[in-house]
């Protein structure tokens, strides 16, 4: 094929001194002999998404190495620079997980961010990103990175920027940070600064990140009743593998089960072919484990310890892993009874879902008379509303339903650690009242209905597959279906034209949130089917949700196949 003439001059650049050896070597070998190649890696510079910057390691301006972090960094350091000019000292943190290369990344822009003037804590080693928000608003910085790439295959790594409060950066500062970005060359870039501006931090701050997670324990009786709960944990080869055990047993537990294969920190992940908590198979040793000692509760970790899997025993005693939205539901329902019964509840609390989440969420806050606010998929929005209503209101919870979950304004982020401690105390909780976390699940759905939800993600990989996502979602937006499963749509919210549309009478309202490229269809039947290019993953996006009364706990089977049926009828209009 012929190339591109500005992706050719794009690669061209990286043949010159400003690259080590090795580097220009690879690109020289893509520009003589895999052209295909050499477009993916170079027809576009990697972009902050709802996670950041995240991309396949490798050589060029679409993929993570230390040159697109280098200038990543730069591009953050001009940005601190001119917005905290007053201040005498700028400080950063930086931490990474367990992939390959991270250690590196992580190295790296320490040394950039010292060579620019600023004071950087650098975690002597892997940690989890909810601590490095943590960190953040412990040492007073004012932004921090993490290296990682989340819950992705291991081809891949990342970059996430975060602000002052230690959330993920969004808009103006994203853009902004990208305009700086695209202003930095690698001639730009400076490295290697001095080792007197980079601390070394460690055991201190993972005593004062866990501390704060255990104060959060609502219920210390059951737990000292029933510490010997077993429970068996999998930190799939990432950070969770020290910090998760440790507050365990802070909180009291005494009966953790590992995986020992599992609790080695490697990039590879061997053990599993995806590190992704959302994927049965990433739980399988864990559940084998749990079968042969008849644990009471599994939790998985991702990489970097911000999302959690859980399974527990159904009514039969079989083992069954809970969905993203079951376990938010239940960490939810559980955070506001507590509150509740404890008095912590004075009329000023809420809490945070994603627009592609359970309604369950809202409809436990609805009946219980506590705010919630629906925000844009990606934590980073959640963390918007916490930074909102500092001081004004008490955050109980929130969650997403890709596993992700906070119950403190502490961490700006969504952290597994705390959600371990959490999930663990419910089992416990439940245990003292003579039940098993799955009766409290069917309760719920007694209480306040039976939402159920699935998801189906489309992988359409590189340039080509990007370009293929836009026309569907095109497709969609142009040519919207007017039934789904022979119920008509109702309604239909657009979030990149920010309207909400009532299909009966026309009207539109703004739907009050950022514009994203994100749709929703409303049935007439009361399902929701929304549809979204993932902003980490070169992925299409389906969130299927329906909902039945559940007349009685005796009904449950019943009206489970139901909504089974439902679901796979939509699944299949959708093609």
Known sequence: MDLNTEILAKA?????????????????????RRPDELTECFYKHLEFGTGGLRGIMGVGTNRMNVYTVGMATQGLCNYLKKNFVSLPEIKVAVAHDSRNNSRLFAETAAGIFAANGLKVYLFESLRPTPELSFAIRHFGCRSGIVITASHNPKEYNGYKAYWDDGAQVIPPHDKAIIEEVGKVSIETVKF?????????????????YTDMIVRLTLSPEAIRRHHDLKIVYTPIHGTGVELVPMTLKKKGFTNICHIPEQDIPDGNFPTVKSPNPEEPAALNMALQKAKATDADIVMGTDPDADRVGIAVKDSRGEWLLLDGNQAAALLIHYLIRRWDELGKLKGNEYIVKTIVTTDLLAEIAVRNKIAHYDVLTGFKWIADILRKNEGKAIFIGGGEESYGYLCSDAVRDKDAVMSCAYFAEIAAWAKDQGKTVFDILVEIYLQYGFYREAGVSVVKTGKSGAEEISAMMDGYRNHPPETINGSPVVKIQDYAKQTSTDIKTGETAPTGLPKSDVLQFYTEDGSKISIRPSGTEPKIKYYISVRENLPSVDAYENVNQQIHDRIAKIKKELG
Do not use: C, H, M, Y
């Not at 650049?13 to 520009?31: G, H, M, Y």
């Not at 290697?192 to 004062?208: R, W």
């Open 12 to 32: 061209q650049q990286w043949l010159s001194a400003s690259f080590d050896e090795d580097t220009r070597t690879q690109v020289k070998n893509l520009i003589d």
């Open 192 to 208: 290697n600064g001095p080792k007197d501006l980079i601390t070394l931090v460690g055991k201190e701050t993972d005593e004062a």
